[in-house]
């Protein structure tokens, strides 16, 4: 529900019989309320200059008058206060009057106002009220009892100003604690990022943008125990560019990085999804080829040298093919070493070679 159109009272779920109730806590009866309305008429006849002796008395504290601010707002505060000053003195103390009071407290606590200024303007305010009717009420009794109503009614008063005060507290905290929830989140969100962004560099090769060789490792650990699970074939192709020191020592390292970069980009686009195209080192690349025979496997390196071909025709790719699975499986580091041994075998020939 939007609490904006809500009053008060509805938002703090005040009732007739919570108020009631509330006088009867503080002994606030009937005569009590009768009592301040007996000195109606002559808080009225003397309004302006209780408001006055008040506001003359509250501007001498520093930190009130640093508050009040200017002239403009002092006018404005001396008209609301010469409303409130009346209306402890009508007699009735129903629902409007008590929602007027919890407006003023919601007032007093957007505006800064400590608890300990509010408590010490309404002990203010009870001495200067006091003090004017005691120069015209002769009857010391009479007075007492005037006194001892106004004492209960601004005690109550003082609760229910404190009710906003409190739930204007809560509803601080609550909107920090989201606050807090939700940089939490982002900041939770952020670190997930960052973490796997970190992941992904410590797996992948700067040059390439392939994954690196300590990647390949988990990989193939990870994918023959998977293709030993569902019997199914796994191939491994070991690639060398050829003459590739030549390469660097007569076109520069700058030259020799381009080619790495341009077969990899050629991995990378021939493979599949599933593939895993690696940098194990140096110019030399591996690829992981699930679900794939030495057939299958075959075929992608052809496509992956078409595609060199075009980036780089003046430069060869040595591969070496080998498969394991579906009947019988060897370990990761045999795999590669078959794949690098293939590889050799190849480069015994010109021009782009393949042994599988």
Do not use: W
Request: aromatic share 8%.
């Amino acid at each position: 529900m939007d609490h904006t159109k809500q009053s008060l009272l509805e938002q703090l779920q005040f009732s007739e019989l919570e108020i009631a109730r509330r006088k009867e806590l503080l002994g606030f009866s009937d005569v009590d309320a009768n009592m301040l309305l007996s000195c109606k008429s002559l808080v009225t006849e003397h309004i302006d200059s209780i408001v006055d002796d008040f506001y003359s008395k509250q501007t001498a504290v520093e930190e009130i008058a640093l508050l009040i601010g200017d002239s403009d707002t002092l006018t404005r505060l001396h008209s609301a206060q010469r409303a409130y000053v009346l209306s402890l003195f009508e007699g009735y103390y129903d629902l409007e009057y008590v929602n007027n009071r919890l407006r003023i407290g919601m007032v007093h606590k957007r505006i800064g106002v400590e608890p300990k200024l509010y408590l010490s303007a309404v002990k203010t305010l009870k001495d200067t009220v006091l003090a004017a009717l005691g120069q015209y009420i002769d009857d010391k009794p009479h007075l007492l009892q005037v006194t001892q109503a106004l004492d209960k009614l601004l005690y109550f008063d003082t609760t229910l100003i404190f009710d906003t005060y409190i739930r204007g507290l809560v509803s601080e905290v609550e909107l920090a604690k989201n606050k807090a929830l939700i940089y939490a989140k982002e900041l939770e969100a952020k670190v997930a990022d960052r973490t796997r962004q970190l992941h992904e560099l410590a797996q992948r090769d700067t040059l390439t943008g392939l994954f690196n060789q300590r990647s390949l490792s988990d990989y193939l650990r990870r994918e023959i125990l998977n293709a030993k699970r569902h019997r199914r074939p796994f191939a491994l192709a070991y690639f060398d560019v050829d003459h590739f020191k030549q390469i660097n020592d007569n076109k520069g390292h700058f030259a020799g990085d381009e080619i790495l970069r341009l077969a990899g980009e050629s991995m990378r686009l021939a493979c599949r999804d599933i593939d895993f195209p690696c940098r194990y080192g140096g110019d030399e690349f591996c690829l992981g080829l699930p679900e794939c025979t030495l057939a299958d496997a075959e075929v992608i390196c052809r496509r992956i040298i078409e595609l060199f071909t075009l980036r780089a025709p003046n430069v060869t790719l040595s591969i070496g093919i080998v498969q394991t699975g579906p009947a019988e499986f060897i370990e990761p580091s045999e795999l590669i070493c078959a794949a690098d041994a293939k590889m050799y075998e190849a480069k015994q020939q010109p021009g782009f070679s393949i042994s599988s």
